[in-house]
């Protein structure tokens, strides 16, 4: 079982930035992909970005690529999301996740079928 802590949300002004980080134990981190979802208020929990277990492939759905990138240090057990461009539609919990399925899927499948989750960062973008 991977033991996910979260950090770096906060309020930030429409065109900010930010940097999530997700620190892992408990497990041979280099062994899972990671990535990140986010929960907006009444909305279903959304894939925001994943990465394979090298760090070499990243995945992003079309509402946030080209402003996030998502980043891993296996030696530190972490990854990353660096938010920029940031959007008041960005408001959302984002959640770390960590699992062995193809992280090409998890644009499509749903979230629950995933193991693995953090408990949550607030990150609120006002206009």
């Known amino acids: 079982q991977v033991e996910l802590v979260e950090s770096g949300g906060g309020l930030v002004q429409t065109g900010g930035s930010l940097r999530l980080s997700c620190e892992a134990s408990?497990?041979?981190?280099?062994?899972?992909?990671m990535g990140w979802f986010r929960q907006a208020p009444g909305k279903e929990r959304e894939f925001v970005a994943a990465i394979t277990r090298s760090g070499v492939t990243p995945y992003y759905p079309d509402s946030v690529k080209g402003r996030f990138t998502i980043s891993r240090d296996n030696a530190k057990n972490a990854v990353y999301l660096q938010m920029n461009s940031l959007k008041p539609e960005d408001t959302a919990v984002y959640y770390c996740?960590?699992?062995?399925?193809?992280?090409?899927?998890?644009?499509?499948?749903?979230?629950?079928?995933?193991?693995?989750w953090g408990q949550g960062t607030q990150v609120t973008v006002s206009s």
């Open positions: 996740v960590g699992d062995r399925a193809p992280v090409g899927s998890w644009g499509t499948q749903k979230w629950t079928s995933l193991d693995n």
């Open positions: 408990k497990v041979i981190f280099s062994n899972y992909n």
